[in-house]
């Protein structure tokens, strides 16, 4: 007969299993420096999941230690339930704050309980963004997580929701492009008040804060500033949409977009914008 295992034995062979677990999947500390509230803990599967607060006081942020030029960059996130309207949750790629950077952002816009999230895709060259494509989530983000990436090469930036892909930014040899700027990566929870929801009509209700948005299973399949590729960066680097995607794209744009800049003439009083006229 086996010999029977204390009630002490098994509790620290669990113990000993969930540091190992956990150590393996320790990305938010190790990757990344925080900004106001920020918490750390781990979910039933061993996955870490970093929780973002705002309140009155201050909004929350992580950054990334490293910099990048060109790689794949992902991330699930649980955004704010209920009434979101206001605030705003982001995933998003910078080389700085300077006048001319780069950016590459996606922007979860809050709403009111009921209305569907929007998501803003922007891409900023050389100083220059105004380049929004807006869709409403199709989905409950709050409900559960939800799997959102970037893949940045020097040929085109690629947003993708759940796997499809919704959004492929050209580069165009004579416009401006994000191509030798390393970008941080950055996720921020924020008061967008001014901005956010229906243009700033509608404000932040404060007596639903703290607001909490969670992000989870992190991943940077990229070329760190100043050092070599990883192996196995072809299949991102060269990435362009197939038919496929394509497909994807239309799909999203003819259900869920609210916004695109190459439609705005109002905004653009001179012109649109010299990629909007291209295939």
């Known amino acids: 007969m086996a010999a029977r295992r ?86 998003y790629l910078t080389s700085g704050d300077s006048d001319d950077h780069d950016e590459i952002d996606m922007e979860f816009m809050g709403n009111s309980t009921g209305q569907p999230v929007v998501l803003n895709t922007n891409v900023w060259a050389s100083g220059d963004g105004k380049k929004e494509h807006q869709f409403d989530l199709w989905f409950d983000p709050a409900a559960d997580y939800h799997t959102y990436t970037i893949i940045w090469n020097p040929t085109n930036i690629i947003f993708k929701v759940d796997g499809n892909v919704i959004r492929c930014f050209k580069r165009y040899a004579d416009l401006p492009y994000p191509s030798s700027r390393p970008m941080a990566l950055h996720a921020t929870l924020w008061d967008g ?48 949409p197939d038919a496929a995607e394509w497909g994807t794209i239309k799909w999203a744009e003819s259900n869920y977009m609210r916004y695109n800049y190459c439609e705005d003439g109002w905004r653009f009083t001179q012109g649109l914008p010299a990629e909007c006229s291209r295939s």
Do not use: H
């Open 6 to 91: 204390s009630p002490l034995a098994l509790l620290v062979a669990s113990l000993a299993v969930l540091a190992a677990v956990a150590s393996a999947d320790s990305w938010l500390y190790e990757k990344f420096n925080t900004d106001g509230t920020v918490r750390a803990d781990y979910d039933a599967s061993g996955q870490q999941v970093a929780m973002l607060n705002l309140d009155r006081s201050s909004g929350a942020g992580f950054n990334s230690k490293e910099q990048y030029l060109y790689g794949e960059f992902s991330i699930q996130m649980k955004l704010i339930p209920g009434n979101s309207a206001g605030t705003v949750s982001c995933f």
């Open 193 to 240: 008040s001014y901005w956010a929801t229906e243009k700033g009509k509608v404000p932040i209700d404060w007596s639903g804060a703290p607001f909490v948005v969670s992000y989870r299973s992190y991943s940077a399949d990229a070329c760190v500033s100043g050092g070599a590729c990883p192996a196995g960066s072809d299949r991102w680097m060269n990435k362009q």
